[in-house]
């Protein structure tokens, strides 16, 4: 089958719109209609090579798709024909992670064999160009407009939900409420500190909100702060030009003047780092997911006592099939607004999108397919 994807030929060279062959369904394997996929950060880092990790190209980027089920291979479960899927991070389900049921810390998934590969499940490639090799992206590559992945990478939703937005939930979303939903738990009225007013952090504290928590929401982006108020957040920091103690005061002095039992870490920025850290309350404790080259563990260790708890989570510590689900729910019940964060592209404007993203022009680009 003949489909159009955008390859990435090598990396920090420009995305470029291509015809590829596509293989059939596999056994435990999934033929997608793509309706629409999120831009993700990830995406233009891997594209740029800024987190130095070298990968196998040409490849098709994209990984927060959602789209329509086409047909399925022998022995597939879980979906059918028809079924309306977002498309997620794969996992085994064999190793011993996931046999405890801790997908996101499945073995070959954090080693990098799973997503950082380039290959699929049978260690091939589900697109070709010319008979050659086209690699894919956590085995999902949702910057074209069909794909095949295996089951374990796709959830079903309800089909009253509109695809057009629903990508995003497999990946930002999806780790910041998860990082409060099943790992910081908190109770109601306990202060919890969002720094970034990105998808993830905005997921965080609107799951934070739901939870009954007090949130806080940190952010140079004024933007990006009236949105985080608009859709709940008690308090906005806006910490452009703060010195390191500015932020720390400015945070402690707006939950009741004692600082944060929880903290939601997501920019990688270290003064922003410190501050938020050394601000909370003793037993407080942190969930850092924007780990980048360059930080000291210094920076989290010298600035908590040991009475704090730091957790370096992955994907929000949750399985894809517990927590699209409850987002979604409070999404119905207006509590969880993703889609107000969400700027429309045609397929073939997804280079804009992505410049629009890394500049800050808009919060989560998403380019649809029809």
């Not at 920090?12 to 719109?17: C, E, H, I, V, W």
């Not at 079903?156 to 937005?165: Q, S």
């Not at 099939?321 to 700027?343: A, H, N």
Request: proline share 4%; charged share 20%; glycine share 10%.
């Amino acid at each position: 089958m003949k489909i159009k994807a955008s390859v990435l030929e090598e990396q920090k060279s420009q995305l470029r719109f291509q015809m590829l062959d596509l293989i059939e369904s596999r056994a435990k394997e999934v033929r997608i209609k793509m309706v629409g996929s999120g831009v993700c950060h990830t995406d233009i880092a891997h594209a740029k090579n800024e987190f130095n990790m070298k990968l196998n190209t040409p490849i098709v980027l994209g990984h927060e798709g959602a789209g329509i089920v086409e047909s399925i291979g022998p022995g597939v479960t879980k979906v059918k024909v028809g079924d309306h899927v977002i498309i997620s991070n794969p996992y085994c389900g064999v190793c011993d992670e996931c046999m405890k049921g801790e997908q996101w810390y499945c073995e070959p998934g954090t080693d990098g064999s799973l997503h950082l590969s380039g290959l699929d499940y049978y260690g091939t490639t589900p697109f070709t160009r010319r008979g050659r090799p086209v690699h894919t992206l956590f085995q999902q590559s949702s910057f074209a407009e069909m794909i095949v992945v295996h089951e374990n990478t796709v959830t079903k939703i309800d089909p009253d939900i509109d695809l057009k937005y629903a990508g995003p939930l497999s990946c930002g979303l999806r780790t910041g409420a998860g990082y409060v939903y099943n790992l910081l738990k908190p109770r109601p009225a306990d202060w919890v500190c969002v720094t970034g007013a990105g998808p993830v952090g905005l997921g965080a504290m609107w799951m934070a909100r739901a939870m009954g928590a007090k949130t806080i929401v940190l952010d140079i982006n004024q933007s990006r702060l009236d949105m985080a108020k608009e859709t709940g957040a008690d308090v906005i920091i806006n910490s452009d030009g703060m010195s390191e103690g500015e932020m720390y005061a400015a945070i402690r002095a707006a939950a009741d003047g004692k600082g944060t039992h929880f903290l939601v870490e997501t920019t990688g920025v270290e003064s922003v780092i410190k501050a938020s850290m050394k601000q909370m309350r003793g037993g407080g404790q942190c969930a850092e997911g924007a780990v980048v080259g360059g930080i000291s563990f210094d920076s989290y260790t010298n600035d908590c006592n040991d009475a704090h708890t730091i957790t370096f989570g992955r994907m929000g510590n949750v399985a894809n099939e517990i927590i699209i689900p409850v987002m979604l729910d409070l999404y119905r019940r207006g509590m969880f607004p993703f889609d107000k964060l969400i700027t429309f592209y045609p397929f073939e404007h997804l280079q804009q999108a992505m410049d629009d993203s890394e500049t800050g022009r808009v919060i989560k680009p998403v380019v649809l397919f029809d």
